[in-house]
């Protein structure tokens, strides 16, 4: 019979560490008709910006509008270039024209949607990992919490009512404040 050595170290290790499971709260409305009218306009204002999008080679459109504490609402959408890292997604398009023209002016609500030259966007879209760092950005400037809305050009609509609800464990100036 063999006898196995016991791994001290991994006991210890079974033994400190703690199993930590985290909850990300979020709406979900069937249709953009449930909307309070504020989100739906916000919404129908992404939509329209969509349209306007520099897209001629993902032929996919994304449109973002943002809502100021000062009650603007500035829209963005994506910027494409042949030379593909220099294009914009329509989120940063947003946040930083909002930031340039209105500076300091806290960010209360972005609504993002797209559409396709392809197929029916029927699913709400995302934003990728850069544009939520941004907003996480905009967002710990802030005194109160940004809030998501997630569209496609039909369909279920999904609102976070905070940036860390899609960026957990986000980097913010915090962390270099200690
Ligand atoms: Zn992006």
Same mark, same amino acid.
């Given at each position: 019979?063999?006898?196995?050595?016991?791994?001290?170290?991994?006991?210890?290790?079974?033994?400190?560490?703690?199993?930590?499971?985290?909850?990300?709260?979020?709406?979900?409305?069937?249709?953009?008709?449930?909307?309070?009218?504020?989100?739906?306009?916000?919404?129908?204002?992404?939509?329209?910006? &969509?349209?306007?999008?520099?897209?001629?080679?993902?032929?996919?459109?994304?449109?973002?509008?943002?809502?100021?504490?000062?009650?603007?609402?500035?829209?963005?959408?994506?910027?494409?270039?042949? &030379?593909?890292?220099?294009?914009?997604?329509?989120?940063?398009? &947003?946040?930083?024209?909002?930031?340039?023209?209105?500076?300091?002016?806290?960010?209360?609500?972005?609504?993002?949607?797209?559409?396709?030259?392809?197929?029916?966007?029927?699913?709400?879209?995302?934003?990728?990992?850069?544009?939520?760092?941004?907003?996480?950005?905009?967002?710990?400037?802030?005194?109160?919490?940004?809030?998501?809305?997630?569209?496609?050009?039909?369909?279920?609509?999904?609102?976070?009512?905070?940036?860390?609800?899609?960026?957990?464990?986000?980097?913010?100036?915090?962390?270099?404040?200690?």
């Amino acid at each position: 019979m063999k006898r196995k050595a016991i791994n001290f170290e991994r006991l210890s290790d079974l033994l400190y560490m703690k199993n930590v499971s985290l909850n990300i709260n979020y709406q979900e409305f069937d249709n953009e008709q449930e909307l309070a009218e504020e989100d739906r306009i916000l919404l129908s204002m992404a939509r329209a910006a &969509a349209g306007n999008a520099y897209a001629p080679y993902s032929r996919f459109w994304v449109g973002a509008a943002v809502r100021l504490a000062n009650e603007v609402v500035v829209t963005g959408n994506n910027q494409e270039n042949a &030379a593909y890292p220099s294009g914009m997604c329509a989120e940063r398009v &947003a946040l930083y024209a909002a930031s340039a023209r209105y500076p300091g002016i806290p960010v209360l609500t972005i609504a993002i949607t797209a559409k396709s030259a392809s197929f029916k966007v029927d699913y709400p879209i995302p934003p990728c990992g850069a544009c939520r760092q941004v907003m996480a950005e905009y967002e710990t400037s802030g005194p109160g919490s940004t809030r998501v809305i997630l569209s496609g050009e039909k369909g279920k609509v999904l609102i976070f009512n905070e940036i860390s609800s899609l960026l957990p464990f986000m980097f913010s100036k915090k962390e270099m404040n200690h």
